[in-house]
C-alpha cells in the first residue's frame, strides 16, 4: 500500500480543513515546497496536491505553486481542484502534475472526463470518488448527488478508469478514523478498482487496517501535521 501524504492549497500555503469547511482552516506552513522536501527526505515518494482555491474558482489558482514542488522535488504528484476544461489539464501537466484528479467534473460531465482516460490513459487520470453517507458530494463538497458512491466508481471501472481517491468528507480533517466498513465493501463488491483511502487516517493502526483490507494507497495529512502519525513511523511503508 502506497502512503500518500497531502498539500492543500489556499493563498499559496500549505493548510488543512475540516469537512472541507473553509471557515474551519488551519496554515500550518507558508511554503508548501519546504514541507514537500521534508516529505521526500523522509523517503515519500508520491504527493496528493489539491488547489483548494481553484476548487471554488472552477479553475486552477496555485498551478506556480505545482511547478516549483515539481521543478524541486522529484515527487510523483497528483494534482486536483479546478480542473474543468481540457486546457486547465493540459495546463496541470505542463506545470508538472503527473497525473491529475478529476472530482467534481467527473459528475457534471462524465463524457469529457472518459475522453480525458482515453486520451492520457487511465494511469494519469485519477477519479476522486468524494462521499459523504455513501453518496458523492461536489462542489468543494458543497452539494450532495444523488449517485452512489459504489454507482460511481462502477460506472468509470467500464469507462476504462482504474484509480480512485475515496474521501469521506464527514471525516476529513477531523482526526476520528477513516471508513474502514465503506472501504471494505468497496474492495469486495469492485475487486478490480484500485483504492486509495483519504479522509480520518490517524494512527499506524489506521494505515494497518487499511492495508489489510486491500486499499491501494493511504492519502494522510493533518495526522502528518498534528503529529499523531510520524513520517519515522511511516518508514516501513515508504
Given at each position: 500500500m502506497e502512503i500518500i501524504p497531502a498539500i492543500d492549497l489556499i493563498n499559496g500555503q500549505c493548510v488543512r480543513l475540516t469537512e472541507g469547511d473553509f471557515t474551519q482552516q488551519t496554515t500550518y506552513d507558508a511554503d508548501p515546497l519546504a514541507v514537500a522536501q521534508r516529505f521526500e527526505q523522509h523517503g515519500v515518494r508520491r504527493l496528493h496536491l489539491v488547489d483548494l482555491d481553484g476548487a471554488r474558482a472552477r479553475q486552477p489558482v496555485n498551478l506556480p505553486v505545482l511547478e516549483r514542488i515539481a521543478r524541486h522535488t522529484g515527487l510523483m504528484i497528483d494534482f486536483g481542484g479546478g480542473l474543468q476544461s481540457p486546457a486547465a489539464l493540459q495546463q496541470a501537466f505542463d506545470a508538472g502534475a503527473a497525473q491529475i484528479t478529476a472530482g467534481s467534473i467527473a459528475v457534471r460531465e462524465p463524457e469529457l472526463v472518459q475522453t480525458w482516460l482515453q486520451q492520457f490513459g487511465a494511469d494519469r487520470i485519477l477519479l476522486?470518488?468524494?462521499?459523504?453517507?455513501n453518496h458523492i458530494a461536489i462542489n468543494a463538497w458543497a452539494e450532495q448527488?444523488?449517485?452512489?458512491?459504489?454507482e460511481f466508481i462502477g460506472q468509470y471501472l467500464q469507462a476504462g478508469a482504474t484509480t480512485f481517491?475515496?474521501?469521506?468528507?464527514?471525516?476529513?480533517?477531523?482526526?476520528?478514523?477513516?471508513s474502514l466498513a465503506t472501504?471494505?465493501?468497496l474492495r469486495?463488491?469492485?475487486?478490480?478498482a484500485r483504492l486509495i483511502a483519504s479522509g480520518g487516517v490517524t494512527t499506524l493502526a489506521d494505515v494497518e487496517a487499511l492495508a489489510a483490507i486491500g486499499m491501494h494507497g493511504a492519502i494522510i495529512g493533518?495526522?502528518?501535521?498534528?503529529?499523531?502519525?510520524t513520517l519515522d513511523e511511516l518508514q516501513p511503508w515508504l
Open positions: 476522486g470518488a468524494d462521499f459523504r453517507d448527488s444523488e449517485r452512489t458512491l459504489a481517491i475515496c474521501t469521506d468528507v464527514s471525516k476529513d480533517g477531523k482526526l476520528q478514523g477513516p472501504y471494505a465493501q469486495t463488491g469492485l475487486p478490480a493533518k495526522a502528518i501535521y498534528e503529529g499523531t502519525i
